[in-house]
């Protein structure tokens, strides 16, 4: 991928993540693809001991180990025009089983330099963080703040290390229950020791165990 190409997907990035979106079923989330930094800070998921050189793969694994959606109907994946970058979307399923038009998250992936892929960013019609930005330096404690929708009000924020799927913290909170996205903010503590590339982790829906919509992006864990 070039070095223009590189800075527009960069660009395109942070602009998804910023913008957010109204809630609505059918309104797809903003084009996600990864934040500016090297590879190894914008990778979310998988590990480098499960590393997958198929990105449909990466996704699948993403949303089941990091996630903890079983089964999830994925898109195909779709490449860049630049190579090296692509998008794959996770829609919800029925009662029944059947593959539903929603969209539950879409995920941005990356082409390391090992051939390997990762994914970078989950952007989700049904929560979106405004504070703090993608690969943002955090202290603790960290306010996150975003709007959001899910079952009953239930959005769940979670502060990760790299690769973890156990949170160093967690907090749930309430938002919208409607058609709207609403207002949500939190404080969460976590060991200044834990200094280092982290991720901030969404999840919307029925509870911690149960995710109808999730969120996440890579930030920088910082001590005081």
């Not at 038009?101 to 994914?119: H, R």
């Not at 995710?211 to 890579?218: E, I, R, W």
Request: negative net charge; hydrophobic residues 40%; glycine residues 12%.
């Amino acid at each position: 991928m070039s070095g223009v190409g590189r800075a527009v997907a960069c660009l395109t990035a942070v602009a998804a993540l910023a913008a957010g979106c109204n809630g609505d079923d059918d309104e797809q989330p903003p084009e996600p693809a990864p934040p500016a930094s090297s590879d190894e800070d914008r990778a979310l998921w998988p590990p480098p001991d499960a590393a997958t050189s198929d990105p449909l793969q990466a996704a699948r694994s993403f949303v089941e180990d990091y996630i903890g959606v079983q089964d999830p109907p994925l898109s195909d994946f779709l490449e860049s025009e630049y190579g090296g970058t692509g998008t794959v979307a996770v829609h919800g399923r029925g009662e029944d089983g059947r593959r539903l038009n929603a969209l539950v998250s879409k995920l941005s992936l990356q082409q390391l330099d090992s051939g390997d892929w990762v994914v970078t960013v989950a952007a989700s019609p049904q929560a979106n963080v405004t504070a703090p930005g993608p690969l943002g330096e955090v202290t603790s404690p960290v306010r996150i703040e975003g709007r959001g929708r899910g079952f009953e009000g239930n959005v769940v924020l979670e502060l990760r290390e790299q690769y973890s799927v156990e949170p160093l913290a967690q907090q749930p909170v309430t938002a919208g229950s409607g058609e709207r996205l609403k207002p949500f903010s939190t404080e969460l503590t976590f060991d200044a020791e834990d200094a280092g590339v982290g991720a901030i982790v969404v999840k919307t829906g029925s509870g911690i165990a149960v995710a109808d919509g999730f969120a996440a992006f890579p930030v920088r864990l910082t001590g005081d």
